[in-house]
Structures are given as C-alpha cells and as structure tokens.
C-alpha cells in the first residue's frame, strides 16, 4: 500500500546549526503539506505545497516539492530552541478522496 | 472560538471496559477525522466524516466506531479496550476536506492507556 516515510527519524542539532528532514512517498501526490508537532502538543498547520519543483520560504523554513511530486523536504537554517517538536508531511491517500496520509515524522531536538 | 476540543486528556482503561472519546469543533466544518499516534508511527487515520450522518473508514478502523449527528461533534466509541489502543487520539476538522486538501486543525489529544 501507499507509504510516505520520512528521513532522519531523529536529529540532534546544536542551535544554530541547519536541519533538513526529507519526506518520501510511494506514489503521486497532489499536494503536500507539514505540520509541526511541540512535544506534548498537537500537529499545526505550516505549509501546503501544490506545483511540481515549488519552493515556498517561511522566515528560516524553506519548503520544497519534488519536481516528480513523489518527495518533499523541509529545510530550517540556523535552529533557535522554538525549532523543537516533530515534524510531519502529509499527503492525500490513494484509497479515498477524503483520507490523508501521514508521514512518519522527525523529531528535532536543538541543544542551546 | 475555541477550535476543536477533545475529551478527556487522559484517561486509563481496563482491558474490556468501552469509553467514549469526545471530539467537538466550532468552526462550521464539515470534514472531521480521528487519527491515533504512536511512536515512530506517525498519524494514522481511523476514521472520518464529511459531514452529519456521513461516516467512512480510515486506514486503522478496526476497534472504534464513530457517527455524526451533528456538524459540531464526533465522538469516537472503543467497544472492548485492547491494550493495543493505547495510543494518543487527536480529532481534526476542516472546512470541507477533499482531493486539493485542506488545513486540518487538530484538537489537543486524549492519551489513552489500556492495562
């Protein structure tokens, strides 16, 4: 079945210091969004991409969709402490027009 | 508004016992969904309606049942508790969900624990 999947799994950085975390599906999306997850929070709305190749930038977040539209990355530069949670892409499911599926998600852990 | 709320925040089972999942939303939406999250697991989704008396399944169904009487509230209904659900629960809304996709916004959880 469909599969978005997510790479690292955890990074350690030191603040200041650039992350990345890349998302990977299996199939065609349409679009995709990230949200961010605070530890012990709920998932927030950051961002949805829709074009093949679009880059959208955010303050220090930089956004990018696969000119294929099977992968996506997310890119912060120089992490502050408020960069800490989980982040998560997201994608519409191949089994329905109203189901979504969901990365497996980074954590981020900056180290001040 | 308050956006979309959920209770309880947290709350132990027994193995057997059946609970009930509160999940309400004040924005007028008509897509709501449930999702659970587990470790290096992601959301998954259980369920979701796309509006009142509108049900269908998500990609982890078994387990829970949901209905929709009203735009504003989902409640999602665990039968017999497995400790398998034990698991953090978010309820989410948009405004009409749909192949272009919406924002979802998410309640703030239930962490559930079944012994």
């Known amino acids: 079945g469909q599969q978005v999947m997510q790479i690292p799994q955890y990074q350690h950085v030191q603040e200041g210091e650039d992350f990345t975390t890349y998302c990977n599906s299996s199939t065609t999306l349409s679009n995709i969004q990230w949200y961010k997850q605070r530890p012990g929070g709920h998932p927030v709305f950051l961002i949805q991409?829709?074009?093949?190749?679009e880059v959208k930038k955010q303050k220090r977040l930089t956004f990018q969709f696969g000119e294929a539209k099977k992968n996506s990355s997310l890119h912060i530069t120089a992490t502050q402490t408020t960069d800490v949670g989980t982040y998560f892409c997201a994608g519409p499911s191949t089994s329905g027009t109203y189901k979504y599926i969901f990365g497996t998600g980074t954590r981020l852990k900056v180290l001040a | 508004n308050a956006g979309v709320t959920q209770t309880p925040k947290f709350q132990v089972l027994k193995t057997g016992q059946s609970m009930t999942l509160q999940c309400a939303q004040d924005m007028n939406h008509e897509y709501m969904s449930w999702y659970r999250q587990d470790p290096g697991m992601g959301l998954r989704l259980i369920h979701y309606?796309?509006?009142?008396?509108?049900?269908d399944q998500g990609e982890v169904p078994n387990g829970y049942n949901v209905s929709r009487s009203t735009t504003e509230d989902f409640p999602l209904r665990l039968l017999s508790a497995a400790p398998s659900q034990t698991s953090v629960y978010f309820c989410?809304?948009?405004?009409?969900?749909?192949?272009?996709?919406?924002?979802?916004?998410f309640g703030p959880g239930t962490r559930l624990l079944v012994l």
């Open positions: 989410a809304s948009s405004p009409q969900g749909g192949r272009y996709q919406e924002t979802q916004y």
């Open positions: 991409l829709v074009k093949s190749g």
């Open positions: 309606s796309v509006g009142a008396g509108i049900t």
